[in-house]
């Protein structure tokens, strides 16, 4: 593996871990956020809490898990294998995920939300099981 080739890994591993650590906090924010009574200042804090995860944290680091793991694909020619075509699609689920949780995000900043925090507990569970599909893929290359 080539120098430039261990750097993208590496800051391709940071990115995810990033990406990751906002996937599972921000709809166990949305948790307690849904069992908050709207206009409080506690519903107001978790408004603040939740739009600098997503802005600050989560979009850049998907961007630079996409931009950064296209590249690696792309240098080593992982395009032809089942387990990169595989992972590829896991890695879309999970951007639409995200996306969702922007969507839902908004709804909060409106105090819009009308679904039950027992939902956000399910969701949450979704970039995990995502995440573990992916990992597995990456190490094990099954096809």
Same mark, same amino acid.
């Not at 690696?72 to 995200?98: C, E, I, N, S």
């Not at 679904?115 to 573990?132: C, D, G, H, K, S």
């Given at each position: %593996?080539?120098? *430039? ?5 590496? *800051?391709?591993?940071? $990115? ?5 650590? +906002? ?9 307690? /956020?849904?069992? &908050? ?11 603040? %809490? ?12 998907? =961007?630079?898990? !996409?931009? *950064?793991?296209?590249?690696? $694909? !792309? ?12 992972? *590829?699609?896991?890695?879309?689920g999970?951007?639409?995920? /995200? /996306? ?20 956000y507990? =399910?969701w949450?569970?979704?970039? &995990?099981?995502? %995440?573990? +599909? =992916? ?9």
């Amino acid at each position: %593996m080539s120098e *430039l080739q261990s750097w993208l890994e590496f *800051l391709h591993i940071v $990115a995810v871990i990033a990406w990751m650590a +906002g996937m599972l906090y921000l709809p166990r924010l949305f948790v307690y /956020h849904a069992d &908050t009574p709207v206009g409080s200042q506690q519903s107001e804090t978790f408004k603040t %809490m939740e739009r600098r995860l997503l802005r600050a944290i989560m979009n850049p680091a998907m =961007i630079a898990v !996409w931009i *950064l793991g296209l590249t690696m $694909a !792309w240098r080593a020619h992982w395009w032809p294998h089942g387990w990169f075509q595989a992972k *590829l699609v896991l890695v879309v689920g999970m951007t639409v995920v /995200h /996306h969702l949780y922007g969507l839902w995000r908004k709804d909060f900043e409106a105090d819009r939300n009308t679904r039950p925090a027992r939902f956000y507990r =399910i969701w949450n569970e979704v970039p &995990t099981v995502l %995440m573990i +599909g =992916i990992v597995f893929l990456v190490v094990m290359k099954p096809f």
